[in-house]
């Protein structure tokens, strides 16, 4: 008997494991004392997962990231000042800043070293910009644009995985507790059983044997039972993980899986609209995108420039050799701009051997999209086939469901039949037994065949990227 709860479990719990290919605030108060329906469970996990929130967070950056690609058309322009105290000594000779560390130092050459100082200010607008570069940029904020399409279709099907893995917890919990109610009846039973035989062994009218056989039922039941509520805690853990809250005890909504969903006669979906395509599609249009944008490399630069500049000194435009006290201390007279100079100019770069590194990254980029288009065949492969398997599973949940009642109906009079010929001793312990095990079992199967109805159809939203289908029909 317990061989046989052992594979029940393993057959409620297989059911859920159908959704795993896809594997690819708001907080529901303690459920102790209310029901927790499955719209509130879905909501919580989508308010509080944490890989919801994580996607979330990469979109706000991607979004982030397209208006600083869009920026990149401004020009650049900087504004300088500085105001300085020192000596300005000069000398004919070359000279070399290393390291690109040199004074700015200016001023007439002397036969000696002197010690003279003054302030002095320069004063600086610069700008430039790349007007014209063959498209770069514009190519450049597209890649980003398909990033943030990317990510917000990553947060979508992200989406999408957590509200069927949530339905499928769910489903599966509700199995689990149905089977313990379930196992409970069947401990119940077996204990008026029990006493039964127990009554009719001290009477005499029952070998002792039988009494033995009874408790070993009772114990039987017992084991089942726990093993029932060990694997309804598994469940409920699961639940509770995926809905981002702390382990409790689950009231759950039965109401809808009294009936058969009307979406499980619905045409199937193709299954191109699937949230998981998308983002696969999404990935192939960054790689597409980023081929175009590394492309414009090879081409040169245009750039317009412009400089306006002004300088102050304390030496004066006279001071030399023969006039080198024409200078002063004055702070003021140092750092007062005096004369002005301005540039304008354009400009072209062109980076001769860019072309020759560009091909090859371009290159790299066109294999990384033919490979990311063979990922997107193999999911769509995959969806494909899961559709079909989802009519399939419908047809059989479907056939197990208008059976399960039959089943009920013989087992429940089969074994009332053998407890009334029992307790008038027209049978033996053993075919009372049997008609137990028989009846466990038939309810057993119909809780089953009651949850997966419904688990076949959240298989076929699964498959049809369409949540609608199943989330309709627990409104």
């Known amino acids: ?14 059911s859920s494991n159908f959704f795993l290919i896809f594997l690819f605030p708001f907080l529901v108060s303690s459920t102790r004392g209310q029901t927790l329906t499955l719209k509130d469970a879905i909501n919580s996990a989508l308010n509080n997962y944490g890989t919801v929130k994580a996607k979330g967070n990469y979109l706000k950056a991607s979004q982030a990231s397209v208006k600083q690609a869009s920026s990149v058309y401004l020009p650049n322009l900087s504004l300088a000042a500085q105001q300085a105290y020192g000596t300005a000594n000069g000398q004919f000779g070359p000279v070399i800043a290393i390291g690109g560390l040199n004074a700015a130092s200016s001023g007439p050459p002397f036969l000696r070293q002197n010690w003279n100082a003054a302030f002095g200010g320069l004063y600086l607008a610069n700008i430039s910009w790349d007007f014209f570069s063959f498209g770069r940029v514009r190519e450049n904020v597209k890649v980003a644009e398909a990033i943030e399409l990317q990510d917000a279709s990553d947060l979508d099907q992200e989406k999408f995985q957590l509200q069927v893995r949530v339905s499928g917890a769910y489903l599966s919990l509700l199995a689990a507790q149905r089977f313990k109610w379930s196992e409970q009846k069947n401990l119940e039973r077996a204990t008026e059983l029990s006493l039964v035989v127990l009554a009719r062994t001290k009477n005499g009218l ?41 382990y409790q005890t689950f009231i759950l909504d039965t109401i809808f899986l009294n009936r058969i969903p009307a979406s499980l006669y619905s ?9 998981v395509l998308k983002f696969y599609q999404s990935r ?16 040169p630069v245009f750039s317009l420039v412009g400089v306006l500049q002004s300088r102050g000194s304390g030496f004066q435009s006279d001071y030399s050799q023969i006039y080198p006290d024409n200078f002063t201390h004055s702070y003021w007279n140092g750092v007062k701009p005096t004369n002005s100079n301005y540039l304008l100019g354009i400009g072209v770069v062109w980076n001769l051997t860019n072309p020759i590194r560009v091909r090859q990254q371009v290159t790299a980029q066109e294999w990384t999209s033919k490979g990311l288009q063979n990922e997107y065949e193999l999911v769509s492969q995959q969806i494909k086939t ?47 037994t049997q008609s137990l095990y028989i009846l466990n079992r038939a309810e057993t199967d119909r809780d089953i065949s009651d949850s997966n109805v419904w688990q076949a159809l959240l298989l076929k939203a699964a498959a049809s990227g369409d949540f609608g289908l199943f989330e309709n029909e627990i409104k």
């Open 1 to 14: 008997m317990c061989d046989n709860q052992t594979r029940i479990i393993r057959q409620a719990g297989g």
């Open 206 to 246: 029952n070998a002792g044997v039988d009494s033995s056989q009874a408790n070993a039922e009772v114990s039987s039941a017992k084991i089942a039972l726990t093993n029932a509520i060990n694997y309804e805690a598994e469940q409920a853990s699961q639940l509770a993980q995926l809905m981002g809250i702390p």
């Open 267 to 275: 045409a199937p979906g193709t299954g191109e609209l699937h949230p």
């Open 284 to 299: 192939i249009n960054v790689s597409l995108q980023q081929e175009k944008y590394f492309d414009r490399f090879k081409y």
């Open 386 to 432: 899961q559709l079909a398997l989802a009519d399939e599973k419908i047809k059989f949940a479907i056939a197990n469901y208008n059976e399960a009642p039959v089943q009920m109906k013989a087992a429940s009079d089969a074994f009332l039949q053998k407890s009334v010929l029992y307790k008038n001793g027209l049978t033996n312990i053993v075919d009372l």
